[in-house]
């Protein structure tokens, strides 16, 4: 789980934390979600994009399902159903007026057609104005493969890197587009900022992690952490 030494909005409630990015935004969502119920939190999950339906029955339609929920310990998922079984964006009115009764509000902000990093289009990230911090996600599973075969929106991202979309994605080029304005950091002004690195999976991932989070620390002036979970969903 993420440390909340690095990240210390998880232990602080009356956040709206957006997830972007590629390489499980959605389990991570979840899995934080989980965490801050078991502190006897009132959790808020959404999307203002399209996720999958969450499993487990979290998925509120209404306020007695909402308040069913939270009373049961469970973190609370509000979305409106959607074709191949996902979920989008919840009534704007009932996700806002929910949004007040939360203790904490995780938002999956983008899409990235389940592959580990993306470049977002001129339409992304959807970030609410209540929002004050987000996190840019990406799968380790990126690294040391050609950019068009693990990134979505290749072409984006590698006129932003400025190589070819054959070029293999090293960890300098993943911090690099984690750490752009015009990648990961997109549209977030001054809210707080931090990077997640999912799917650390073997030895050789967690070195190269370690890699990414080093460069962007020294470099980039970003937190950054890793964070492991069972496989399933991956956004």
Known sequence: ?????????????????????????????????????????????????????????????????????????SYAVAGTAAHGGKLTAPPQAQLERWMTLADIVLIEADGAKRMPCKAPAAHEPVL???C?????????SALRHPLREVCFRAELA???LCVPQDAQLTPELLAKLLASEAGGRKAVGDRSFYVVLNQ???????????????ILKKIYRISCATSHFEKGERA
Request: neutral net charge; proline residues 4%.
């Open 128 to 130: 609410l104005p209540q």
């Open 200 to 214: 650390v999976d073997t030895k050789e991932q967690a070195a190269l992690a370690r890699q990414v989070a080093d």
């Open 132 to 140: 004050d911090t987000v996190l840019a996600v990406a799968g380790l």
């Open 1 to 73: 789980m993420i440390d909340e030494k690095i990240f210390p909005f998880l232990a602080e409630k009356g956040h709206v934390i957006s997830l972007v990015g590629g390489g499980g935004k959605t389990t991570l969502m979840y899995n934080l979600a989980a965490n801050c119920a078991r502190k006897g939190w009132q959790v808020l999950a959404a999307t203002t994009t399209h996720i999958m339906q969450p499993p487990g029955g979290v998925w509120a339609q209404t306020d007695a399902e909402l308040f069913r929920l939270w009373k049961c310990g």
């Open 158 to 160: 590698a006129e932003l």
